[in-house]
């Protein structure tokens, strides 16, 4: 089972700030900073996303892009 949708959610919010972090102090996307921010974010991200899930049957209203090409 996921973690606490509580916790889960605290988690995300401080992923959010360490990716804005580290993308604001001007590094660039091949930063390994901004790269290990992108990928905290991402992991972040699904674990709130199933947590909530689980525990309250909600999903969100948006999700993560599989690759690169979805933005084409």
Do not use: C, I
């Not at 660039?28 to 992108?38: E, F, I, Q, R, S």
């Not at 905290?40 to 909600?58: N, R």
């Amino acid at each position: 089972m996921a973690q606490d949708a509580r916790n889960s959610l605290n988690k995300f919010v401080a992923a959010l700030e360490r990716h804005f972090e580290a993308v604001s102090a001007g590094r660039g996307n091949d930063d390994p900073a901004v790269l290990a921010a992108y990928e905290h974010l991402e992991s972040a991200f699904l674990d709130y996303e199933e947590a909530l899930t689980d525990q309250h049957s909600e999903f969100l209203p948006f999700g993560l892009l599989e690759d690169d090409e979805d933005w084409n």
